[in-house]
């Protein structure tokens, strides 16, 4: 499985970015996707997630600014990010997680790169 991640870039505070992430496989065949992030000297953390089934989980942090979705027909993942914050910015990554026979599967995408300035 290869995810393609997208739509980083440089925006001013209150602004907005929505992040795609293309899956080289059907996600109706993937569990679970995320998106993570990793700030300059920070750990990763998970910012939002979402089933096969389209049950969504949103961090405490970026919630009520951000929306998780996926397009089948597409096979991509988005992260609808508005109201932009300066400790939003961070590498953004895309992860799939399948669930097989043997156990479970984890793929990471490139990362993109989200500045947000003050």
């Known amino acids: 499985v290869q995810l393609q991640a997208s739509g980083g870039g440089l925006v001013q505070a209150g602004g907005s970015l929505r992040l795609s992430c293309a899956a080289s496989?059907?996600?109706?065949?993937?569990?679970?996707m995320r998106w993570y992030r990793q700030a300059p000297g920070k750990q990763r953390e998970l910012v939002a997630g979402i089933t096969r089934t389209g049950i969504t989980n949103v961090a405490d942090s970026v919630k009520g600014r951000v929306t998780i979705s996926r397009d089948s027909a597409k096979n991509t993942m988005y992260l609808q990010m508005n109201s932009l914050k300066p400790e939003d910015t961070a590498v953004y990554y895309c992860n799939a997680m399948i669930i097989t026979r043997s156990g479970i599967d984890n793929y990471w995408g490139q990362g993109t790169l989200v500045t947000v300035s003050s």
């Open positions: 496989v059907t996600i109706d065949s993937i569990h679970n």
